[in-house]
Structures are given as C-alpha cells and as structure tokens.
C-alpha cells in the first residue's frame, strides 16, 4: 500500500526555520513525482513546489522562492522541504503527495502543523 508520511512541523519564530520531511512507504519516489501544499484558514490550499520523480527538477512557488527549497534523498525514500526565514504568513498544515508516474495516482499525506509566530 503506498502511503506518505510528512514530520517535521512545529513551532517557530518569524525568521527561523525548519524542515519538513515526506516519507515513503510501499513505494520509492524514483516512480513518483513529489509535491508540497499548505492550507491555513482563510487561504484555502496553495501549492508550494514540487520535484521530479529523480529528484534532478524542482519548482516553487513565488511565494516562497528563495526561502524554501525541495530536496530528496539519494535513497528515494525521502523528500524534504528546507523552509528558511520563515513568516507568520507561512503558518499552515503543510502536506506531501506523490503522483505516480505510471498512473497518475495521487497519493496524500495526512499533514504536518507549521506555526510562525510574529
């Protein structure tokens, strides 16, 4: 069964950071394309970036380019969101999902809580 795991999440001071880490379960990311979305209240769900299934592409949103970086791991078994000066603005459940490459099925985590205070 595949399945996401994110961890990493917690609370942090406005300009501090974290990482956040996806893990993969039945299945390796070298099949699988890999996302992060956050949602917070009032702003509905945001796409934050993603990366290649070989880990070698990543894309970010405006938003958070040149603060947050996506990464995986040599083993395929981990990709990780590097979140760096981060705001209160940037407070939200931050969610992983991987999108097969054969399928197009999406598999979603069930989220990690990320609180910035000012």
């Known amino acids: 069964q595949v399945q996401v795991v994110e961890s990493g999440g917690g609370f942090v001071q406005s300009g501090g950071s974290l990482r956040l880490s996806c893990a993969a379960y039945?299945?390796?990311?070298?099949?699988?394309?890999a996302n992060w979305y956050r949602r917070s209240p009032g702003k509905g769900r945001e796409w934050v970036g993603g990366?290649?299934?070989?880990?070698?592409?990543?894309k970010m949103a405006d938003s958070v380019k040149g603060r947050f970086t996506i990464s995986m791991d040599v083993t395929k078994s981990f990709v990780y969101l590097e979140m760096n000066n981060l705001k209160p603005d940037d407070t939200a459940v931050y969610y992983c999902n991987a999108v097969s490459m054969l399928s197009s099925q999406i598999t979603w985590g069930q989220g990690t809580q990320v609180t910035v205070s000012s």
């Open positions: 990366i290649s299934n070989h880990g070698d592409s990543t």
């Open positions: 039945g299945f390796a990311f070298i099949d699988y394309a």
